[in-house]
């Protein structure tokens, strides 16, 4: 079936960091766009970043572009979230998600795979 798994994510100050990682299982997802998403307490899940196959595209949102970086290491089956520049609107459970039609989209409804998620939590 396929599956997706989060780690990294913790308790940091305002200005650290974090590197959050997406391990695949049961199935390849080199050749999947990959996807993470976010979703605050009282709110709507968001997009945060983008990743084509290949690794030679990226996406973000507007409100972690410069302090993101998304990467992937197919080798690895792994897909990466490094953040910098923690703010406390940042605090969220964070999910990764495989699209099998590589449309490196925004929306999450593209995305057929999901992993549970992973709290941040940025104290100010």
């Known amino acids: 079936q396929g599956q997706l798994v989060e780690s990294g994510g913790g308790l940091v100050q305002a200005g650290g960091s974090l590197r959050l990682a997406c391990a695949a299982s049961?199935?390849?997802?080199?050749?999947?766009?990959m996807g993470w998403f976010r979703q605050a307490p009282g709110k709507e899940r968001e997009f945060v970043a983008a990743?084509?196959?290949?690794?030679?595209?990226?996406y973000y949102a507007d409100s972690v572009k410069g302090r993101f970086t998304i990467s992937r290491d197919n080798a690895k089956n792994t897909v990466y979230l490094q953040m910098s520049s923690l703010r406390s609107e940042d605090t969220a459970v964070y999910y990764c998600?495989?699209?099998?039609?590589?449309?490196?989209?925004?929306?999450?409804?593209?995305?057929?795979?999901w992993g549970q998620g992973t709290q941040v939590t940025v104290s100010s």
């Open positions: 990743i084509s196959w290949t690794g030679s595209s990226t």
């Open positions: 049961g199935r390849t997802f080199a050749n999947y766009a």
């Open positions: 998600a495989a699209d099998p039609l590589r449309r490196n989209s925004q929306m999450a409804y593209t995305y057929n795979y």
